[in-house]
């Protein structure tokens, strides 16, 4: 699961069926899947929208 969304995250027009069905066969549902595209790329987006606008790093983070 974790190489399939950094793949999306980084190389997201290389993304093929055979990515879909490497996730199916570790037994996970259409519906995981789903899921899985979902959260990563909401959260792709949402850190785009706040670097795009130049929103600063909350306090609480660390570059470590």
Known sequence: MLHYAVKLTHTPGEMVEADVVSLRDVGFSDRDI??????????A???RI???LGV?????TSDD
Do not use: F, M, Q, R
């Open 34 to 43: 789903l899921d899985i595209v979902e959260v990563t790329s909401y959260y």
């Open 45 to 47: 987006y949402v850190n």
């Open 50 to 52: 706040a670097d795009g």
């Open 56 to 60: 600063p790093i909350e306090p609480w």
